[in-house]
């Protein structure tokens, strides 16, 4: 699993390439971690390029949500499809996470306010 | 029509292994990816749907080789298995001491449960994840949800519960209305 960070005006796109499982997941909480020290508080989490994701996954997920939730920063998960989609549903988390279909949709929801 | 809990029954039907296929593995943490893709290598891809049989049955190996061998490499994961377009078995058995904690985790997930049917997300923050003494930072505590979810026919542990049966069945997408005779 890859990381990779990118800013679009004052908000922090952050990239996962691959799978995010019992081996890597720990690496996302490590990163966000980080970036909270900064005090960055836009973040939009970009699943696009992530077709596995296991119950580790799923955890750094809820843990990332509810540090950022404490801290007040805000946070979307977008372009989450396919077999993480699906994870996420049997988890019934699908109303938990704060998702959008896009990382465009994102970037709009988090310019709003 | 999902589960609503995990049972505990040691003569289940789904425990029972014959015409099953036996594989067997050291509790290695490194590899429970690639054992589990030796399990499932196995079923048609009919019923890989998405890598989610994968993603499911690895979940079950994984708290076998941490949960109940405590990733004791002596110690062996057991898996019985048979796949078909129509039903998915799997039976794990591991050498530890059991998942002690069922009937917790059964009064833990039907609280869940309230709250989603509530659509209380703020409440349900307090149940995204179930965690005992022995939970880790990298426990995301949320595999069984899904599972009981995944897994149509049942999730059963034995009552000693270091052995964990479970099945699903699948709709044929090509097939008609079944005869009965």
Known sequence: MELKVRKSGNIYIIDIEGEMDLYSAFKLKELIGKMLEKNISLYIINMEKVEYIDSSGIGALIYVSSALKKKNARLIISNVHGSVKKVIELTKLTGYFPMEETLRDGILKLQKG | ?181
């Open chain 2, 1 to 181: 029509m999902s589960n609503t809990r995990i049972q505990i029954e040691n003569n289940h039907n789904l425990m029972n292994k014959d015409g099953l296929f036996y594989k067997e593995f050291p509790s290695d943490y490194r590899q429970i990816r690639y054992f589990t893709l030796l399990i499932v290598q196995k079923a048609p891809p009919e019923i890989r749907e998405i890598n989610l049989l994968e993603q499911q049955v690895s979940e079950l190996i994984k708290n076998a080789v941490k949960h109940g061998n405590k990733q004791d490499q002596d110690k062996l994961v057991k898996v019985w298995y048979s796949f078909t377009e129509e039903e998915a078995r799997v039976i794990i058995e591991d050498e530890g001491n059991g998942f002690k904690a069922i009937r917790d985790w059964n009064d833990f997930n039907s609280k869940r449960n309230a709250c989603l049917s509530d659509q209380n997300y703020e409440k349900l923050a307090d149940f995204v994840s179930f965690r005992t003494d022995t939970s880790d930072d990298n426990d995301g505590g949320n595999a069984m949800f899904a599972a009981l979810e995944y897994w149509n026919k049942g999730v059963v542990f034995t009552e000693k519960a270091n052995c964990v049966a479970v099945g699903k069945t699948f709709r044929r997408k090509d097939a008609g209305i079944p005869m009965h005779h």
